[in-house]
């Protein structure tokens, strides 16, 4: 089985997410989005400093983290720049649940775009008022739910959808690409994976085209 380290090409979102990351993760106008949210006291100098303090990282985790993490979740549900912190919070723990469900998958980067592909509608649609407290877990509980134990996203997965459709690469020049970019396309391949436009529809009910107006809106390249 190949490494979850081994990174080859765009075959993998996770290869895309990666490099959507390093280019947003320290870009001025992301940052100063992500201070306006005002989730910490704490000043914040990069999109990676803002997953420490949600609970990333190494050594013990701090009891606010918890808190942070709520307060992130709950801007997610309008904001698409909150998912996508969301969304990389979860990746070490959606690459553990990955490797868990391998064994059905040529490999463990097959099986976590599995769970790439219904995690922003598990982070859109989360009820952070019901479920306000072990935040990071609920999330991952809920896109392991979602991708390998409901019988309905199983058979989609493996009997209707075409693997080609998935794993097609996207062809853009990195150099022009938009950050959360990536999020359309990933949300692009869970609809043709069979999903219906309700459950990939974020809180407000805006599916995948009016995500990507929206974005349009929100957040120019800097």
């Not at 998912?83 to 976590?112: E, Y």
């Amino acid at each position: 089985m190949r490494a979850m380290t081994s990174l080859p090409n765009n075959r993998y979102l996770l290869t895309r997410l990666q490099r959507e990351w390093t280019l947003i993760s320290s870009r001025r106008s992301s940052v100063e989005r992500a201070s306006a949210w005002r989730l910490t006291p704490r000043v914040i100098g990069s999109l990676d400093e803002l997953l420490v303090l949600t609970g990333l990282g190494p050594g013990p985790v701090d009891p606010s983290s918890d808190e942070t993490m709520r307060k992130l979740v709950a801007v997610a549900r309008h904001d698409d720049l909150a998912a996508r912190v969301v969304l990389q919070r979860m990746l070490p723990g959606l690459s553990t649940i990955a490797k868990r469900h391998s064994a059905g998958f040529n490999s463990q980067l097959d099986a976590l775009d599995e769970l790439l592909s219904v995690a922003w509608a598990v982070i859109r649609s989360f009820s952070i008022e019901t479920r306000d407290r072990y935040v990071i877990k609920n999330l991952l509980r809920d896109c392991e739910h979602q991708a390998f134990l409901k019988s309905r996203r199983r058979r989609m997965v493996h009997e209707l959808t075409d693997p080609a459709d998935l794993d097609a690469p996207m062809n853009v020049d990195e150099s022009d690409q938009e950050p959360l970019g990536t999020i359309v396309d990933l949300l692009g391949q869970a609809q043709k994976a069979g999903m219906a436009e309700a459950d990939i529809a974020n809180g407000d009910g805006v599916a995948v085209n009016d995500t990507e107006a929206r974005y349009g809106e929100n957040e120019s390249p800097a």
